[in-house]
């Protein structure tokens, strides 16, 4: 039976035009309906089966992993599956266990560790109760560093866990090293010609399709067909101010930037972080030329590029950090890389002058830990000068690694800070084996971005470093040094959006003279009561060293008291040492004010990551 059409009633207060025409829009909307249940929607004149499900998991630092299980959640809604996109922690085992396929695309933290959002599925996975997985077959993406010694570490560790519960391996797993994008798209591609397609798709994916629980998927903006800004086309942005930080006497040199974004179309969140491209520093770029005793207007290939080797050496290739194929290649030992030293006549491989003893040892797997601190301090230049004759530029280019972009916390809020975006660097400076050296990004950034040279830059949205949405939770943030960037951002926009929340900060560094960052507003703050509390660490002030994780030992009672009143818990800065220090600290907080035993303070914490309320944007 036909719905009755509704009519509009002449006492309504429209003019008898309006009314016939909002009439025979309802008359057109009605007759439309459809009678009794709705049939399957029809692929050629079939019904089409219901989507494959397809869960998409991501072990994400920096937004890297997030973005990839992102674009295979994307492509595979067009080739007909129905994906669920996912942290790793938010996934229990109801779901893995119930899932079909899974995905996992992970980066790596630490010595071979996951990431922040990736430790808790972790645990579980790897737990003597964890369930067995006959059922789920699984593919598993690894991002890594080939110059960490655990290089994909986390991602081995996901993929051997899997097949010893009894899941079974749709490919082998997939390897990225810093430059991803083709190893990637390899690694995608081959998992689709293994899963081939799910159910028929009626036609193209929505964008809105796939059930995401991630947030958005990069910083590039909407734009209506211009070209937007992002990681793959970052803005040439405008540097607006450079202030040095420190006092006179301080050993450090911590800048504060802020750049306009006016006109870019991008946007970004407190607890986002910045993309910034570098460029290579000219005078290094000149000694490695002479290292080559090459023509610096000689073409070489970059990609589908040509372009002269200065080019290339100036903003396409690192030139600081040796990668593994050319320390293989100098020390005389078979490179794995495809431009390996061949002698055009014989087609065989000759080592390149004398035998280099020393480093040629260091490439042991068992010597691993020697060669990183043989490393230190040395660049690229270092290890051409040990050659006895100048390597080749044709098989020089291809044993170096990708010029990555830089990520920096931002430190400033959208809200206080329209059209502009602020950071906090450190410029990294010193002297090894007679030669000085700085940070690529950092002293450009310094040095060289100014009144002529633009600065390109992209948004990296976090994938859950961010304020409490609830304005009224408390917030203890801990970030000593550069670790201050977020918190800034933080406190400017809870100032902002007049959040009523207590703020309790945790701040170090070397000296209170001259190394008390932000000094003014920090105090301001605290003056005013919207800063709750203001703990300080100033490491070199006496003749024991302070540190934050001290600071809060000393406050224990009082920050186990805001964490039982909801408060969320951020840290920012070194992962290696502070980062680990801080976490030990708060686990000892747990155990002493809250009564717990050590695996219940594990677990408390455990409770407080999967709750969003303990988050970390280490590096």
Not at 66 to 82: I, T
Not at 171 to 177: K, S
Not at 217 to 243: C, D, F, H, Q
Not at 365 to 381: A, C, S
Request: glycine share 8%.
């Amino acid at each position: 039976m036909m719905p009755a059409i509704p009519v509009i009633p002449e006492t309504a207060p429209f003019t008898p035009e309006q009314r016939a025409w909002l009439n025979g829009f309802l008359a057109g909307l009605f007759s439309n309906v459809p009678q009794g249940p709705s049939p399957a929607p029809q692929v050629n004149g079939t019904p089409a089966a219901p989507a494959e499900p397809l869960l998409v998991l991501f072990g994400s630092q920096t937004g890297t992993a997030e973005g990839l299980a992102k674009r295979v959640a994307k492509e595979s809604q067009q080739r007909g599956f129905a994906p669920t996109v996912l942290a790793l922690n938010d996934c229990d085992q109801a779901k893995l266990s119930a899932s079909g396929k899974a995905i996992i695309i992970s980066s790596t933290w630490g010595e071979g560790d996951p990431p922040d959002n990736a430790v808790n599925f972790w645990s579980w996975l790897n737990a003597d109760t964890a369930p067995r997985l006959e059922t789920l077959q699984f593919a598993v993406l690894g991002l890594g560093d080939r110059n960490y010694s655990e290089f994909c570490g986390a991602s081995k560790k996901f993929d051997s866990r899997l097949e010893s519960l009894g899941a079974k391996r749709l490919v082998p797993r997939g390897e990225c090293d810093v430059d991803y994008e083709v190893p990637a798209k390899t690694w995608i591609d081959g998992l689709w010609e293994k899963l081939g397609n799910g159910a028929p798709s009626t036609g193209p994916a929505s964008s809105n399709g796939a059930t995401n629980h991630a947030g958005s998927e990069t910083g590039a903006p909407k734009t209506n067909g211009a070209t937007a800004y992002g990681k793959s086309n970052p803005y040439p942005a405008k540097l607006l101010r450079n202030v040095l930080l420190n006092k006179p006497g301080s050993a450090k040199e911590v800048r504060h930037y802020e750049i306009a974004l006016n006109g870019s179309g991008l946007s970004y969140e407190a607890g986002d972080a910045l993309g910034v491209v570098p460029v290579n520093c000219p005078e290094l770029v000149n000694d490695i030329l002479a290292a080559l005793k090459a023509n610096p207007d000689e073409n070489v290939k970059f990609g589908d590029n040509i372009m002269s080797l200065r080019e290339a050496l100036t903003h396409h290739f690192d030139i600081t950090k040796p990668s593994q194929e050319l320390i293989k290649a100098v020390a005389g030992a078979p490179s794995t890389s495809s431009a390996s030293y061949q002698n055009e006549d014989q087609r065989v491989e000759p080592v390149l002058g004398a035998p280099l003893a020393e480093l040629a040892a260091l490439l042991a797997p068992e010597k691993r830990d020697d060669l990183k601190k043989w490393l230190w301090g040395r660049h690229v230049v270092d290890l051409l000068h040990m050659l006895p004759a100048p390597m080749p530029v044709t098989e020089f280019i291809p044993l170096l690694r990708k010029l990555t972009p830089r990520l920096y916390s931002i430190s400033s809020s959208p809200k206080a800070h329209p059209g502009e975006v602020h950071l906090t660097v450190s410029a990294v400076r010193y002297e090894s084996h007679g030669r000085e050296r700085k940070g690529v990004a950092s002293t450009f950034l310094a040095d060289r971005v100014g009144d002529t040279e633009f600065v390109r830059v992209f948004v990296q949205p976090s994938h859950g470093f961010k304020p409490p949405t609830n304005g009224d939770v408390p917030a203890i943030m801990v970030g000593p040094g550069t670790g201050i960037a977020p918190f800034r951002a933080f406190l400017e926009e809870r100032q902002a959006t007049g959040a009523k929340g207590r703020n309790w900060l945790f701040f170090g560094d070397q000296r209170r003279d001259t190394d008390f960052l932000y000094e003014e507003q920090l105090n301001a703050w605290r003056q005013s009561g919207f800063l709750t509390r203001l703990d300080l660490a100033f490491s070199r002030d006496q003749e024991r060293k302070i540190y934050v994780q001290d600071r809060m030992l000393e406050s224990a009672a009082e920050l186990w008291s805001w964490l039982e009143a909801g408060a969320h818990f951020y840290v920012c800065g070194d992962a290696s040492r502070m980062a680990k220090d801080v976490d030990a600290a708060l686990h000892k907080i747990i155990e002493q004010c809250g009564g717990r035993t050590p695996d219940e303070a594990k677990a408390y914490v455990a409770k407080l990551k999967s709750d969003k309320r303990y988050q970390r944007d280490v590096y």
